[in-house]
Nanobody, 115 residues
């Protein structure tokens, strides 16, 4: 079982920025893919951004041009740089890892965008 620990959430004003981090217990170089999902109250969990072990990225349409996912294999860490944040980005953000056909999830970190 892969352990994932997220950090970096918080309260930010509209238009602000945050950077989320997710550190894995194993070598992320061997993972098929890692990503960030989010879930707002009363809504389903949705994909925000994903990065494959080849470095291929994909994003939800709602965050394209504002969010950037990246990975540093040497630190077993992925990041989500979030710029131009909007109130509708408010949600709990979860890190995900796909390894040998199994999905692992972190505990999540809360992001609140409000003035």
């Amino acid at each position: 079982q892969v352990q994932l620990v997220e950090s970096g959430g918080g309260l930010v004003q509209p238009g602000g920025s945050l950077r989320l981090s997710c550190t894995a217990s194993g070598s992320i170089f061997s993972f098929n893919a890692m990503g960030w999902y989010r879930q707002a109250p009363g809504k389903q969990r949705e994909l925000v951004a994903r990065i494959s072990n080849f470095g291929t990225t994909n994003y939800a349409d709602s965050v394209k041009g504002r969010f950037t996912i990246s990975r540093v294999n040497a630190k077993n860490t992925i990041y989500l740089q979030m710029n131009s944040l909007k109130p509708e980005d408010t949600a709990r953000y979860y890190c995900n890892a796909l390894f040998q056909g199994l999905n692992s999830w972190g505990q999540g970190t809360q992001v609140t965008v409000s003035s």
